[in-house]
């Protein structure tokens, strides 16, 4: 009996911290710019980014309370969905792995690095 009550209480305790986020969703919803793109023969540093949004050229992430998000990354925008529990975001059922740590949210995969700096 006292097994079945442990295993009863540890998943219970289990199931409480998967439902459980390690980020604060209203510290989360907002809106970013890109500020550092590497990868793939690119590496944009946050001055060669500042001067492309001078001219108009502009990278950002739009993080909304509902669980979606929309990514315009010069001009062609990406329609997502996140996952504050698996840290990830979601396209057409591909799903990325990201990171949140002051203000910065950041892929990094397959040798692509990209970060997104909260604006508002």
Known sequence: MKKA?????ICMLLFS?????SINKSKF???YELTRAEG???NLTREQIDSMKAV????????KDDGT?????????VELTYDLRKMTFSCNGKEEKFTFADDVV?????????????ID
């Not at 009550?5 to 209480?9: P, R």
């Not at 108009?56 to 993080?63: P, Q």
């Not at 998000?69 to 925008?77: L, N, P, Q, R």
């Open 5 to 9: 009550a442990c295993v009863i209480t």
């Open 106 to 118: 950041a892929f990094n995969n397959e040798g692509r690095k990209l970060e997104f700096t909260r």
């Open 29 to 31: 919803v907002g809106t």
């Open 69 to 77: 998000a929309e990514m315009d990354v010069f001009g062609e925008k």
């Open 56 to 63: 108009g050229i502009t990278a950002t992430l739009e993080i």
């Open 17 to 21: 911290l998967a439902s459980c986020s």
């Open 40 to 42: 793939v023969g690119i």
